[in-house]
T-cell receptor
Framework: EAGVAQSPRYKIIEKRQSVAFWCNPI?????LYWYQQILGQGPKLLIQFQNNGVVDDSQLPKDRFSAERLKGVDSTLKIQPAKLEDSAVYLC?????????????FGPGTRLLVL | GNSVTQMEGPVTLSEEAFLTINCTYT??????LFWYVQYPGEGLQLLLKATKADDKGSNKGFEATYRKETTSFHLEKGSVQVSDSAVYFCALSDGVQGAQKLVFGQGTRLTINP
């Protein structure tokens, strides 16, 4: 079974530029998550989708971050304009909501450096 | 809100040493508890989990017991190997059924020397 795919793996941009990350979840997984992991910290949830609807985006900085999940499969996370403090690893995860405690499967992440 | 606190790293041990990584949590209700591991250059992988009090999760020689009375979920391994070198994250599930997110600790970097 293929895992969660993410691209690109690395991205370097200057502040005020825009950037987009792509995620393809495990086939059949209805729930998709985007996490931000700043160096030395644990991942923090940015947004959670159930199929193509948003379940939780309470910690997404909506003035600069946006995300979509068209057709309930792939997802794109965008930052516009980027700030220095956005330098982090962006992790995508997916889960199949089977039962109460779903296990989340993570992709390799996209490492973003904002100069 | 709910939170997780892990012991500060980095932790450096010799091969075959005993490992403990402390994790405590603050939560309302009865969350599930998880340990995730991140090997160099790879994504987070679920190591083990426990869904209710007194449950013991185990995998690859690692164990952790859900202790409600001490709000802890310490990770242990009796004899570590060089291949166990990684960053370990303790996490809890937060939210209602079907809309759960993970709340992570800050991670503990473990290095095992031969």
């Amino acid at each position: 079974e293929a895992g969660v795919a993410q691209s690109p793996r690395y991205k370097i941009i200057e502040k005020r530029q825009s950037v987009a990350f792509w995620c393809n979840p495990i086939s059949g997984h209805a729930t998709l998550y985007w996490y931000q992991q700043i160096l030395g910290q644990g991942p923090k949830l940015l947004i959670q989708f159930q199929n193509n609807g948003v379940v939780d985006d309470s910690q997404l900085p909506k003035d600069r971050f946006s995300a979509e999940r068209l057709k309930g499969v792939d997802s794109t996370l965008k930052i516009q304009p980027a700030k220095l403090e956005d330098s982090a690893v962006y992790l995508c995860a997916s889960s199949y909501p089977w039962g109460y405690q779903e296990t989340q499967y993570f992709g390799p992440g996209t490492r973003l450096l904002v100069l | 809100g709910n939170s997780v606190t892990q012991m500060e790293g980095p932790v450096t041990l010799s091969e075959e040493a005993f490992l403990t990584i402390n994790c405590t949590y603050t939560a309302t209700g009865y969350p599930s508890l998880f340990w995730y591991v991140q090997y160099p250059g790879e994504g987070l992988q679920l190591l083990l989990k426990a869904t209710k009090a007194d449950d013991k999760g185990s995998n690859k020689g690692f164990e952790a017991t859900y202790r409600k009375e001490t709000t802890s979920f310490h990770l242990e391994k009796g004899s570590v190997q060089v291949s166990d070198s990684a960053v370990y994250f303790c996490a809890l599930s937060d939210g209602v059924q079907g809309a759960q997110k993970l709340v992570f600790g800050q991670g503990t970097r473990l290095t095992i020397n031969p």
